[in-house]
């Protein structure tokens, strides 16, 4: 079994027991970590979301294959798509997809509780339940509350989201919404679309061949776990117009050779911000957002920052850049009447960095602050040579032109002669590993800490 599968299997398979809330401000700041490394917890992996425990209170079936009845939703007489089950659904409602190819559709307001969810479910084992493009496309819903989508496929489409979940209803704002264990794959837009949305949860998902894996636009407090993204045209991920308090953490970022890995910010237009622009100084594209714990390989700029501020980069392995590790843009500087404030204040800790054929490591445009932005025990290597970094402040404890000895699914070998091993910072807004273990004291840099059966 490759080692890949091997982490995948322990990331899926093994139950968090604990979790430490990360840091609230977001700022990333050092702080002591004295627990012994013999008695660290097990588990320090994503906590459970709002929807565990809860129960349907009916259930609807919608299978290829029809009933010898009138069509009901009913095991004996279920629902041939997902339009049809649409006046059915209500508060409470579980809508379970049987294998097969299935054409897509729009839910406007269609709301659930927090003791009463609306589930969209396909198979958990076996052939999945697709949503495909020439059927009818994807997932779209408008207003939506208190929804989880798991065990589902969606391929092939054009010019729309594999799901996009938004704000142009005039009934309800849309929140707390999960997102488990769906694939997405082969859209000229992006994989997951979020606008307007509060308490999103992406989690366990495979996205491949979109624009972006996952836009956020306006979206407040989110969480992006433990989910593979690769081939994306400008982003892996992209949080922008407004975006706050949001966690990427766990996730395989890979081969985006003509965009970022993590793009925090954006250059969006003045309707595109939620909340609506502030007459005072100081509106962002994106603010207080944590990327700790990925794996980022083969991309053009590893962390783009575009008008973002006090944010968190750490505990990531960056490997294959070919342009810039962290790059500082500053599209504008108002919009209209509204002046934002400056990119920087990016706290840049505990990274394994491989590439940057460039040279340069942190790019800054004009009007942006780099000097703003902190770096710590960060290990740098550049395989076509020494490399000067020219970092826009002073790094403490940073570790040059030394190969981490990670390999590419982020897991590190205790046997090996890493330099990343026990070298890292004290961080408590990052307790977990990629894989979900917790961190002993002293930790090592990187998503990882040794593995002794390699």
Known sequence: MSRARV????????????????????????????????????????????????????TIYISKTPGPGTPDGSQTNPYTSLGAATSAITAGTRIILGPGDFGGTTFSDKQGTADAPIWLEGPESGPPARLVGSLGGGLHLIGAQYWVIRN?????????????????????????IVVDHVSVGSTDRPCFQFSGVTDVTIRDSKLGSCDRGVM????????????????????????????ADIEVRQNQISDIQGGRGVWIGGDSTLNEFRPPLSAANGNTEATNIRVFDNVILNVRDAIECGICTNSLVAHNLLRDVSRYVLNLTQPYTSINSYSFARAGGVRFVNNAIEGAVTGEAVASATDTEPATCRFSYNIWYRPLGTWDLMLPSTEEGGIHDKQSGYFNDGSLCKGSSSPAIGAGTSLPAVDGTLSGACRPSPRSIGPSEPDPGC
Do not use: Y
């Open 7 to 58: 982490l995948l299997l322990l990331i899926a398979v093994v139950p968090a027991c604990s979790f430490r809330s990360p840091d609230a401000a977001g700022d990333g700041s050092l702080g002591d970590d004295d627990a012994p490394l013999d008695v660290a917890p097990t588990r320090c992996d994503l906590a459970p979301t709002w929807e565990a425990g809860k129960q349907p209170t009916k």
């Open 152 to 176: 589902l496929a969606i391929a092939s489409l054009s010019g729309q989201a594999g799901i996009n979940v938004d704000d142009t209803s005039g009934v309800g704002k849309p929140h707390h």
């Open 216 to 243: 956020m636009v306006g979206v407040q407090r989110a969480t992006i776990a433990r989910t593979s993204i690769g081939g994306m045209q400008s982003a892996g991920i992209a949080m922008a117009a407004g975006s």
